[in-house]
């Protein structure tokens, strides 16, 4: 585990570094337009985990109805294997405890499908030439909540800070 990384919500300042992560972790990455729109938008969450004022990770997450949709992951080469994207995943499924958690993955994204199913995901379905550049399929996997509705209430905190030493208790 890092132990000096901690989670904060993204901002304006921390678009170029959000493109450069994201140009080295994707073969189409999300352009600063995105991060931005995401950034902003009421039904999204985007996080950075932080080293100091370097953007070693970082973790988008919308609201889709009473589901939470992981829409984008990555974590720095340098940094990887170190818990980082587990502790992003995992803070999310804290602080929304009562929604079922779906994402798509790359079928060939074996670290990735490794990393969603440690943390409890399944596959749920296979979406055909989901991907372009390279054209490829998608696994759907979905995380159960564990708790019974009622859903968490969807104003809650969006974009609240959060600060918590990778390792830390849940
Ligand atoms: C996938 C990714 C986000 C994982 O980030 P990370 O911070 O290295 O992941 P973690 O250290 O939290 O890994 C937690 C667990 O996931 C699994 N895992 C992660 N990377 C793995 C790999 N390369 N091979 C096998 N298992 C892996 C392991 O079970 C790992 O636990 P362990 O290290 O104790 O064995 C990172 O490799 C990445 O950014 N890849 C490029 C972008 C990407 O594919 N994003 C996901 C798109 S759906």
Redesign the pocket.
Known sequence: MHPKVNLIPAEEAHLEQLVRLAEC??PDPWSAGVFRQTMHSPASMLWCAMDGEIVV?YLAISRTGDDMS?D??????D?????????LLETAHRRFPDSHFF????QS????I??Y??LGYAPVGFRKRFYQNPEEGAVLMQRKCHTNPPHADPSSDFGGAVSEPVGSPQ
Do not use: C, K, T, W
């Open positions: 972790s994707f990770g992981v984008e992951l990555a974590v720095h080469p940094y990887r294997r170190q818990g980082i994207a587990g502790m994402l798509e993955v790359r994204n074996a670290s990735a490794a990393l199913d440690s």
